[in-house]
Every structure is written in structure tokens, then in C-alpha cells.
């Protein structure tokens, strides 16, 4: 992986809506914590890496440079914000001023604080230097759309569009003889056909807006997914799986109006493949081939 800055998807190693106990390997120590009792957010310092992440529910949401912050070759920590703006040519969204403490026995400071929501950015600034830089997602990705994306990923599009993002390809074999990418964030799995993404594969999170809400289809009962898209129940195919060394049967349902194809085990949604009925042709590999 590319080390330093990744616009609203990671920084160094550290990677946006991953777990962060992925990374407890690494030396830390956990810092503040939120009094919320509807939230669980915490922050980490690792010391090797010189950065704190700050997570809810486990899940890193931001992460804090303040010594090293390298973008496209440069640190942007010290950084005149002049040359910062001329440099990469980022508009600022939002400006506030924010009064900081730095120090017991030490004078507070008036930092300018910039928002770059496209970017994923909040920069803030003293005497016209950068002191800290904060990384998040504000791209804003709209997650399920049926028979079109998942987040950033576009069916039927090259998949060499988001190399720019943390992926590992995954070995061919014969029973699936086509190009299997893993990508991170969103924590996905690309099937691919001529080189374009045909199905996308989600065992984690599939988010979908219902009625101004965000619903996760994965683990999702059976029943609330036929109310909540109005379909009847087609006939289930029986595929057995490998499940921690023990296995068990799923059953797989395919809604080509939807685009969707669920996997199901004692009435929950485990798996959820997305795919567009008209031009996507992998989907039914995994049926097809099973035994």
C-alpha cells in the first residue's frame, strides 16, 4: 500500500471505516473516550506512527496528524497554508477560529480552522502555518443502488478505476476462474468480467437508505427484507459453506428485479450480492458450480 495520505480513505496503514483493533499489532495506548451513552467513541495513540484515531463502535472515523502528515510527497504539517492552497489548488468549504490550549504554563492560541469536504480534510492553522491535519470520508458515497453501485463502485465500469484504493487481488481457481479483488473500504469483494466490475459482494455491511434511514441488509431478517423491498419469496437454491471449519447450508435467493442475490442462514441475511440484471453475468457462478 502507498504510504501517506489517501483522500477520504487512509493514511499510512490506517485505513477509513475499518476496525481499528485490526491494528492493535501495532504500539498504543488508548486515549480519551466519549461520556455519551449512545456512542462509542474512543481515541488511540500509536506512537510508531505518530497519529491518534479516533473510532465509533470500533470503526476508525478520523484519524489525527500533528508532527508528520505526507501528501503527494510533501508534510503538510508546518506547511504555509498559502502554499498548501496554491500548491494543491483545494477550496475551503468552511473557516472557523477556535481558541486552543497547548500547554500547561503556556499562552492558548487563536487556530483558524478550514473545512475540505470534498476532500475529507480539516486543516487547522497558526500564524499561517499548518499545525494539524484530520482525516475522515467526506465524500459522501451513496451506498446501495440497486443495479447500478455500491458506494464508490459502479457496475460494468474498469475496474482499474479504484486502484487508487487499498485492494489485494485475490488467486483464480477452477471453480471460479474469473478476477476476484478484496478492497477495504468499503470492505468489499469484486468480481470481475473482462476486466469490469460485474458483482459486488458484501459479507460485512450492505447499507441501504429506507425511509431516511440507513439499513444494513446483512444480518437483516428474511422476512423484513421481502416487506421492506415488496417481493414474494422466490424458490431457494441450497448451497453448503465453510463456516469456521464446520458446514452449513445456506440458502441463496436471486431478485433480478432488484439486482440482488441473498444468502440466508436460519432466516438472517449473511451475504448480499449486488449486480445489474441486465448486463452482469457472474452473479450465479457460486450456484452454478456448487455441489
Known amino acids: 500500500m502507498n504510504k501517506g495520505l489517501i483522500l477520504n480513505t487512509s493514511y499510512n496503514d490506517f485505513i477509513l471505516g475499518t476496525r481499528v483493533s485490526d491494528y492493535f499489532d501495532k504500539r498504543h495506548e488508548e486515549g480519551v473516550a466519549s461520556d455519551s451513552p449512545y456512542n462509542d467513541i474512543v481515541s488511540f495513540e500509536f506512537y510508531d506512527d505518530g497519529v491518534d484515531i479516533w473510532c465509533e463502535n470500533n470503526i476508525i472515523d478520523s484519524i489525527f496528524c500533528e508532527t508528520t502528515c505526507i501528501y503527494e510527497g510533501v508534510n503538510l504539517i508546518g506547511m504555509k497554508f498559502d502554499e498548501f492552497l496554491n500548491r494543491f489548488h483545494f477550496s475551503p468549504d468552511d473557516e472557523?477560529?477556535?481558541?486552543?490550549?497547548?500547554?500547561?504554563?503556556?499562552?492558548?492560541?487563536?487556530?483558524?480552522?478550514?473545512?475540505?469536504?470534498?476532500?475529507?480534510?480539516?486543516?487547522?492553522?497558526?500564524?499561517?502555518?499548518?499545525?494539524?491535519?484530520?482525516?475522515?470520508?467526506?465524500?459522501?458515497?451513496?451506498?446501495?443502488?440497486?443495479?447500478?453501485?455500491?458506494?464508490?463502485?459502479?457496475?460494468?465500469?474498469?475496474?482499474?478505476?479504484?486502484f487508487y484504493k487499498k485492494y489485494k487481488e485475490l488467486d483464480p481457481d477452477t471453480t471460479h476462474p474469473f478476477k476476484r479483488y478484496q478492497f477495504y473500504s468499503p470492505e468489499?469483494?469484486?468480481?470481475?468480467?473482462?476486466?469490469?466490475v460485474d458483482t459486488i459482494i458484501n459479507e460485512r455491511i450492505c447499507a441501504y437508505e429506507y425511509q431516511n434511514k440507513t439499513v444494513n441488509l446483512v444480518g437483516l431478517g428474511y422476512d423484513a427484507f421481502l416487506k421492506m423491498f415488496d417481493v414474494i419469496s422466490p424458490d431457494s437454491k441450497q448451497i453448503y459453506v465453510d463456516a469456521n471449519g464446520r458446514k452449513e447450508l445456506r440458502h441463496v435467493y436471486e431478485f433480478d428485479a432488484l439486482g440482488l442475490q441473498v444468502w440466508v442462514w436460519h432466516k438472517s441475511i449473511k451475504k448480499v450480492l449486488i449486480y445489474n440484471t441486465k448486463e452482469s453475468k457472474l452473479h450465479r457462478t457460486l450456484i452454478e458450480t456448487a455441489k
Do not use: M
Open 96 to 162: 472557523d477560529v477556535i481558541w486552543l490550549e497547548v500547554g500547561e504554563g503556556k499562552n492558548g492560541q487563536n487556530q483558524h480552522v478550514y473545512d475540505f469536504d470534498k476532500e475529507g480534510l480539516q486543516i487547522w492553522v497558526w500564524r499561517n502555518r499548518i499545525r494539524t491535519v484530520i482525516i475522515c470520508d467526506n465524500s459522501n458515497c451513496t451506498d446501495l443502488i440497486l443495479n447500478k453501485s455500491y458506494q464508490e463502485f459502479d457496475l460494468n465500469v474498469p475496474i482499474s478505476n479504484y
Open 188 to 196: 468489499v469483494e469484486i468480481w470481475c468480467r473482462n476486466d469490469l
